[in-house]
């Protein structure tokens, strides 16, 4: 490119680039990039040619190379040394970019679980149809009341992205069923996109009956009450596990606001409605 005769004050160059006089100032003093001339008078001027290198040098900052880093590729640039930079950036681009990524899967799957809230009626049971979904899982009781040595456990097995995406409880049909909601069979997260675990289990896609407490959940076991009496009348068999999840614990000043989840797959019994009637989907009990 052609050399441009425009010389360009401090003050103009740094308002080109939409960057402080300062740093072009403190840029200049430790020799990372000078201005073109300096006049009698002691003022920088810089040319128009000086932008390219300039937006260059603001790009491997934005890349987190520290200056003393982009001095030292400043001093003797070659081709071999930038392709390994761009390399190693690329990488480190690419792994912000997943990270990014569950972080906007978090965000979304919270709007969506307050969203949702907002559209529940007290000690409401629906029938809903769910897709297939993926759950990373691990044993626990909850027989033990100091939660500190599981939480550190279960950051190091799934990481502090899953633990975001909520930490729910799961229990067996058969404990509902005899009431033992002293054990349960353990813990589980909705599993995040590319994440990975030894212990992973898949939530059957079907119908779910489901069951939102409001309050503490020494109230849970009442609303397990009623989900076993709501399948009993309606013909319904609850199979499987029953999956338990807080909703709305990061909008909530007052616990007794807390919404907890319940959802139990459900099968018709057999000979339990006359032949072709249906169960609406999305029932409502208040």
Not at 252 to 257: E, G
Request: a negative charge; charged letters at 30%.
């Amino acid at each position: 490119m052609k050399k441009s005769k425009i010389q360009l004050t401090t003050a103009q160059f740094a308002k080109l680039h939409e960057v402080n006089k300062r740093t072009l100032h403190y840029y200049d003093t430790i020799g990372l990039f000078s201005p073109d001339t300096k006049g009698d008078n002691g003022y920088r001027y810089y040319n128009f040619s000086q932008s390219i290198d300039f937006e260059y040098i603001r790009m491997l900052k934005d890349l987190n190379m520290s200056i003393e880093e982009i001095q030292k590729y400043l001093h003797t640039p070659d081709s071999d040394s930038f392709i390994k930079i761009a390399e190693t950036k690329e990488k480190e681009i690419d792994a912000q970019i997943q990270n990014l990524k569950r972080v906007r899967q978090i965000l979304h799957a919270k709007k969506e679980q307050v969203k949702f809230c907002d559209t529940l009626q007290e000690q409401e049971i629906r029938i809903t149809e769910c897709e297939e979904e993926e759950y990373l899982i691990l044993p626990y009781d909850f027989s033990e009341d100091d939660f500190s040595d599981l939480f550190t456990y279960i950051k190091d097995v799934w990481s502090i992205e899953q633990i975001r995406m909520g930490i729910g409880g799961f229990i067996s049909v058969d404990r509902v069923l005899n009431e033992e909601f002293d054990d349960y069979d353990g813990i589980y997260t909705p599993a995040l996109s590319g994440s990975s675990s030894a212990q992973r289990a898949i939530k059957p896609r079907g119908k779910y009956l489901c069951g939102y407490q409001k309050g503490a959940w020494d109230k849970l076991p009442l609303m397990y009450a009623r989900m076993v009496s709501f399948a009993e009348e309606n013909g319904f068999k609850l199979v499987g596990y029953a999956y338990e999840m807080g909703l709305n614990e990061f909008v909530i000043a007052d616990k007794n606001d807390y919404i907890t989840q319940i959802m139990i797959r459900i099968e018709e019994k057999r000979n339990s409605r006359e032949e072709g009637t249906r169960f609406p989907v999305e029932n409502i009990l208040p």
